[in-house]
């Protein structure tokens, strides 16, 4: 274990080493880099393959190294070749022998190895934890709840695709300052006037919007992008990553196939889990429930609810709606089947993960029906040449937004603030 251990730390021998990591390679070669800040906290990291969790892991280590921490007390390891908890129980006890002092910890890719959580518990609750950071990473989070380490000094943190501002800030750096000076809306009308401040910028804002609904917020392929088009391996990646998880977890890659295609078909309508099981001739709607939960445990897509609007209690025997999380994966899977989904959809399921990433997000089907509803606002996405007040329902919403392509004006009677979609998602924390 020692061997393997020490391969995957060239530093340990030489710390200029870190500088020849092909991941820090590629990313100190960018023109405008992704930051990312190291915390001296227990941290589990939980995002899809491919969105840069190693990327990240290898630059908190560049960082400790510069800072002046000892290489043989930062051991990097990828755990996707350990088979059980024992293992990884093994490999943490090899490094306490190996180092001295504070130690900096950093488990990639540990969530497909069995009973994983029992070895981290192990480790917490033992003298290995004292005068130790522990970074760890996965790519599911099944199994994993809120309470997974209950009463141990250890966070759950989501790292997701970037969102449409931190796009936003890398393809157009000088957005920036202005971004930072908006404070979250928390009424319609603060939204409104967030929007007016960001209007002088609207051409600039609305490039990023498309570029980002071409490259998503995979880093790979936004850097693609930004330096001409996203390669036909970035997509096979994409495809790859996502198929092999469903096909690590012992599902299979026909039926998750058929679902993906069926959603895609019917890309933010409401959907019947059993109608959607007939149609796709897979045997019970109770199939499809597990496949779509299986599909937001990797970080895949999310389900959408419906809701009363007072209570906010979802109605999960309901009709619902699945948005995939990022456009690429969207376009991963329409180049894949050979079937494109409409940019209004598209724009609509950016919205909805955009909001569901800082509220509870959920959908309103009565007389008519209102895109997302969130504990602050009702939003009604309508990506078209001109909009109205009146294309916002008439329901029971206080605070509302309609999202227009380029409209923008507050009604105040109705206490409605049009705005452009972009100019909004730019306000988000």
């Excluded at 004292?130 to 599911?140: E, K, Q, V």
């Excluded at 380029?406 to 988000?428: G, S």
Aim: proline share 5%; with cysteine.
């Amino acid at each position: 274990m020692e061997e393997l251990i020490s391969l995957q730390n060239p530093w340990w021998k030489n710390k200029e080493e870190i500088y020849n990591d092909d991941k820090i390679k590629i990313a100190l070669s960018k023109e405008n880099p992704l930051k990312y800040g190291f915390e001296k906290k227990n941290k589990i990291i939980i995002g899809p393959r491919q969105v840069g969790k190693t990327t990240y892991l290898k630059l908190a280590i560049l960082e400790l190294i510069e800072k002046g921490i000892n290489p043989r007390n930062i051991m990097y390891f990828s755990c996707d070749l350990l088979k059980d908890y024992r293992e990884i129980i093994d490999v943490l006890k090899a490094f306490e022998q190996l180092s001295r002092g504070e130690r900096f910890i950093f488990l990639d890719e540990v969530t497909f190895v069995d009973r994983w959580e029992r070895a981290i518990k192990f480790f917490l609750d033992s003298p290995m934890s004292r005068g130790a950071t522990i970074y760890i990473t996965g790519s599911t989070s099944a199994g994993l709840k809120r309470e997974s380490f209950p009463g141990r000094p250890i966070k759950v943190e989501p790292f997701l695709p970037l969102s449409f501002k931190k796009v936003a800030i890398l393809t157009t750096p000088s957005l920036e300052s202005i971004l930072d000076s908006l404070k979250t809306p928390s009424t319609p009308l603060e939204a409104y006037e967030n929007a007016l401040k960001l209007y002088p910028y609207f051409d600039e804002i609305m490039s990023a919007f498309y570029f980002y609904l071409s490259s998503g917020g995979y880093p790979r392929a936004v850097y693609e992008l930004l330096e001409g088009e996203i390669g036909t391996d970035t997509y096979e990646m994409i495809y790859n990553a996502t198929i092999f998880d469903v096909t690590k977890l012992r599902r299979s890659e026909r039926i998750a196939l058929s679902i993906i295609l069926g959603i895609l078909k019917r890309y933010g309508d409401r959907i019947s889990l059993t109608s959607l099981a007939k149609e796709l001739e897979i045997g019970s709607h109770t199939t499809v429930r597990d496949y779509l939960k299986l599909f937001e445990e990797l970080f895949i897509g999310r389900s959408y609810f419906q809701a009363e609007l007072n209570s906010f209690i979802p109605l999960l025997r309901k009709e619902r709606k699945f948005y995939f999380t990022d456009p690429l994966i969207v376009e991963t899977f329409s180049r894949r089947f050979g079937f494109s989904v409409d940019t209004p959809k598209k724009v609509e399921g950016v919205v909805g993960e955009h909001l569901k990433r800082s509220f509870e997000t959920y959908f309103f089907y009565g007389s008519r029906e209102v895109d997302f509803i969130t504990p602050q606002f009702g939003v009604e996405v309508k990506w078209q040449n001109r909009v109205r007040g009146s294309d916002f329902p008439r329901v029971g919403v206080k605070n509302k937004l309609l999202l227009s392509k380029k409209d923008i004006e507050f009604i105040e009677n109705r206490n409605l603030a049009v705005i452009p979609a972009p100019l909004f998602l730019l306000q988000l924390p």
